[in-house]
């Protein structure tokens, strides 16, 4: 099902993947629709929501010629709703937008006038609020002066600072004509297909960064939290380490190959409620050799309230500005009261958390 027709050439499609997003979407939709001036498309592309997506986001397509919306009848997940929303769109350059964060004022203004000199790929700022986007927790979320430029995406420094920063889609503006000329289908399932378009080899040329955030992030809400042990232990690592172009440390410095043997990652997942019985069997069975099971399995022995209250207190004492990472800790079903006073202990010895 599809609604809307606006098929002239445009500049820029706002391009959003959504699956079971009713309570958001309408708010998202107005951020974007409300600056969507001539030359700009929007492509929502729903994976079969069952909730009340198709309603809310079919009004906003009735109203505004602009957007164009696809209802698929299966959902095919979110790497390849965002390819098919590049495929239907027309514009020039595709924004990979998410389908409950929110725009700011001014920031498709500025992602045109950036697109003048027609690089390949835009990189765009951002700031993380909580999940009712009242509370900033990272602003801005990448640290920089003044805006950045470089060469190409096969470029080890690029790679390293800009890596992480990318496993949140919605910084992305990219050329449709390379994102189309570009190998997806093996990256479709990793969660991160874009990484996977920007830095296979050859490198994209001609790319600008964005110093002044232009996108307003709701954290805390991603449909796929639950299976952030999966996510982060196998499916992050192995698309990393999965770039040719890049040194062993530059990999190393975006994150470990195995983080699974790490004891700080253990416990976060474990603080988290994300590692437990099943998690520690799919370590042994990707052919864990029995001395690198003990670690896991004491993390394992844990018990989750204990291991918030280390995490909590670890973070707290050694990086009281991760405001992020505190935030994800004490919002784990398995922060106590005691997780609480943790968080609260450089406020109590009189310095600002």
């Known amino acids: 099902m599809a609604y809307g027709m606006a098929l002239d050439r445009k500049r820029l499609s706002i391009c ?3 699956y079971k997003r009713a309570r958001y979407i309408a708010e998202t939709l107005r951020s974007v629709l409300e600056q969507a001036e001539r030359g700009v498309e929007v492509v929502v592309v729903d994976g079969a929501s069952p909730d009340d997506t198709a309603d809310i986001v079919g009004a906003f397509a009735r109203d505004f010629p602009q957007l164009r919306y696809f209802r698929e009848d299966v959902n095919s997940g979110v790497d390849a709703d965002y390819d098919k929303a590049v495929r239907y769109a027309v514009g020039d350059y ?3 937008m998410t389908d409950d964060d929110l725009l700011v004022p001014g920031a498709v203004r500025a992602v045109l006038n950036a697109l003048c000199d027609d690089p390949q790929l835009l990189l765009l700022n951002t700031e993380v609020f909580d999940a ?3 509370n900033p927790l990272e602003s801005p979320r990448f640290r920089a002066e003044t805006d950045l430029e470089f060469e190409s995406s096969a470029n080890e420094d690029f790679f390293r600072r800009f890596a ?5 889609i919605g910084a992305v503006v990219i050329q449709r004509s390379m994102w189309l000329a570009r190998e997806r289908s093996s990256y479709l399932g990793s969660m991160f297909v874009h990484v ?3 830095f296979q080899t050859p490198g994209l040329e001609r790319i600008r960064f964005l110093s002044k955030p232009l996108v307003k992030i709701r954290y805390g809400n991603a449909m796929w939290s639950v299976r952030g042990f999966d996510v982060w232990t196998y499916k992050w690592p192995e698309l990393v380490w999965s770039f040719p172009a890049y040194s062993w440390a530059a990999k190393q410095a975006v994150c470990a190959r195995q983080p699974w043997r790490k004891a700080r990652h253990l416990l976060l997942h474990r603080a988290l409620g994300t590692f437990d019985a099943e998690q520690f069997r799919s370590i042994s069975r990707r052919g864990a050799p029995l001395k690198d099971r003990v670690l896991p399995l004491l993390l394992l022995l844990c018990p989750k309230a204990l291991a918030n209250l280390l995490a909590v207190t670890l973070l707290t ?19 106590s009261v005691a997780s609480r006073l943790a968080a609260r202990l450089p406020s109590l010895a009189g310095k600002n958390p």
């Open 16 to 18: 959003i993947a959504t």
């Open 94 to 96: 595709c924004w990979l």
């Open 132 to 134: 009712t986007l009242t």
């Open 164 to 168: 992480q920063y990318l496993t949140f």
């Open 196 to 198: 996977g378009v920007i």
């Open 317 to 335: 004492l050694l990086r009281p500005d991760a405001k992020v990472g505190l935030y994800d800790l004490l919002r784990s079903p398995h922060a």
